[in-house]
């Protein structure tokens, strides 16, 4: 018998007598939020635990995005910037550089020749200065936003988001791929050396976007 089967037999032992009850109510009596805010001041605090965890932020409205987006990627002059399929074509429209579309074929190999990638999102999380994907069209497969090592993420302001984690989750599909993100990729060894770009982009942009 392994490890595993002694350890599983131990707990239906300890489970035996205890009657199932798969109808009984999971309570939901936690704060949804933590203090009271309006939209503003929301959005506001978003920005900034965004930037606490080293992300740049932008703010902007709809008919300056594409060229903001122009700016950014001109800046980090990539030469090929990752598109997923559903990501609106008008955000996109004032840049230049050759867009290597999100396709299943696409090897890591091949991913990790491109510089950038814009996506949208599905939802930020004030609170703890959060991005979630979803896999949606605008945000594409999970690892074109885990591959480039730089990312610009748009976030539709006030739409898209909410203050706390709970609210966060009535909103996603738990059957959906979600990637959590709170700034840019980064680890720390024991003595808290911080290295950036270990296992995703090392630049997170994110564009609030009225």
Do not use: F, K
């Not at 239906?12 to 936690?30: H, I, K, M, Q, W």
């Not at 902007?60 to 122009?70: A, F, G, V």
């Not at 959590?180 to 296992?199: F, Y």
């Amino acid at each position: 018998m392994s490890s595993r089967e002694r350890i599983l037999g131990r707990v239906r032992r300890a489970l035996a007598d205890v009657p199932p009850d798969e109808d009984a109510p999971v309570e939901r009596d936690y704060l949804r939020e933590h203090g009271e805010r309006t939209v503003e001041e929301t959005v506001d605090l978003l920005a900034e635990n965004l930037a606490d965890y080293r992300a740049v932020v932008h703010r902007t409205d709809s008919e300056e995005l594409p060229y903001l987006i122009m700016r950014l990627l001109a800046q980090r002059a990539p030469q090929y910037v990752l598109v997923p399929p559903g990501l609106p074509p008008e955000w996109m429209s004032a840049a230049d550089p050759t867009r290597v579309h999100d396709r299943a074929v696409s090897t890591a190999r091949e991913l990790d020749q491109v510089e950038s990638v814009v996506t949208g999102c599905a939802v930020a999380i004030a609170e703890t200065g959060t991005i979630v994907l979803d896999g949606s069209p605008d945000q594409g497969r999970r690892r074109i936003s885990l591959i480039p090592d730089h990312h610009i993420c748009v976030v539709r302001v006030p739409d898209q988001v909410v203050a706390s984690v709970p609210q966060a989750l009535e909103r996603l599909d738990p059957a959906r791929p979600l990637t959590w993100i709170s700034g840019p990729s980064a680890t720390s060894d024991i003595e808290l050396d911080r290295v950036e770009g270990v296992h995703g982009p090392r630049i997170l942009e994110v564009v609030l976007v009225r």
